[in-house]
C-alpha cells in the first residue's frame, strides 16, 4: 500500500539543467541499431557490491528512508517514494531498480559492440544516475522505451529524468536517436 511524505534520495550524478544541455548537444545522433543478439543476459546485473550486497540492495539502502537490513543485506524496514508517480512503499518487493537508460536501449544505441565486462559496469553503474528504486509497476510499464514512447507519470520529475537519461548516454557514449533528441530537449524546458 503506498504511503505519503516521505523524502526522496537522488542517484549520485544528476548533473544541472546547463549541463545537460550540453552533454545533450555532445552525443552522437544516430538511428537505433538492431535488436539482433539482444539478451538481458548479456548484462550481468545485480554484482555482488562487498559486505554481502549486490547493487540491488544497494540501491534500496541508498534511496530508502530509515532503511535497516539483515545481515544478508536484504531490507528489513525502510519506505521509498518512488519519483517516476510519487507512491512510497513499505515492502522492497513493491520496488524495482530502474535502470534509467535501458539494457536493450543501451543494446540499439551502441552497448552491442560492449564485451560483457562493460556491459556488467553499465549494468550495476552507481556512479551515475542509472540505477533508481522506483514503484515496479510503473518500471514494467516503461520497459526499455526511450523518452520519446515514455516518460515518468508525475511530470515535476521530467527535467530530472531528462538530465539522469543524458548523463548516463553521455558517460557511456551512446547514441541518441532524433525522436529521442526532441523529447529529452522538451523535458529541459520544464526545468
Known amino acids: 500500500m503506498p504511503l505519503s511524505g516521505v523524502a526522496v534520495a537522488e542517484p549520485p550524478g544528476i548533473p544541472d539543467e546547463a549541463t545537460a544541455r550540453a552533454q545533450l548537444g555532445e552525443l552522437t545522433v544516430a538511428a537505433d541499431g538492431p535488436m539482433d543478439g539482444y539478451d538481458r543476459d548479456l548484462f550481468p546485473h545485480w554484482s555482488d557490491q562487498g559486505d554481502s550486497c549486490n547493487t540491488r540492495?544497494?540501491?534500496?539502502?541508498?534511496?530508502?528512508?530509515?532503511v535497516e537490513t539483515g545481515s544478508d543485506c536484504y531490507p528489513t524496514s525502510g519506505t521509498w517514494e518512488s519519483p517516476y508517480d510519487g507512491a512510497t512503499w513499505s515492502e522492497p518487493s513493491d520496488v524495482?531498480?530502474?535502470?534509467?537508460?535501458?539494457?536493450?536501449?543501451?543494446?540499439?544505441?551502441?552497448?552491442?559492440?560492449?564485451?560483457?565486462?562493460?556491459?556488467?559496469?553499465?549494468?550495476?553503474?552507481?556512479?551515475?544516475?542509472?540505477l533508481i528504486a522506483v514503484t515496479d509497476n510503473v518500471?514494467?510499464?516503461?520497459?526499455?522505451?526511450?523518452?520519446d514512447e515514455w516518460k515518468p507519470p508525475s511530470q515535476d520529475y521530467w527535467c530530472t529524468y531528462a538530465s539522469m537519461w543524458i548523463?548516463?548516454?553521455?558517460?557511456?557514449?551512446?547514441?541518441?536517436?532524433?525522436?529521442?533528441k526532441a523529447a529529452l530537449t522538451e523535458m529541459l524546458d520544464a526545468c
Open 167 to 180: 548523463t548516463v548516454k553521455h558517460k557511456w557514449e551512446l547514441t541518441v536517436d532524433d525522436a529521442e
Open 96 to 130: 524495482d531498480i530502474d535502470h534509467v537508460v535501458p539494457l536493450a536501449a543501451a543494446w540499439r544505441s551502441g552497448a552491442a559492440d560492449w564485451t560483457t565486462d562493460q556491459r556488467e559496469q553499465f549494468a550495476n553503474d552507481l556512479s551515475a544516475p542509472q
Open 139 to 147: 518500471n514494467q510499464e516503461k520497459g526499455d522505451q526511450s523518452p
Open 57 to 66: 540492495e544497494a540501491v534500496l539502502e541508498r534511496d530508502g528512508t530509515g
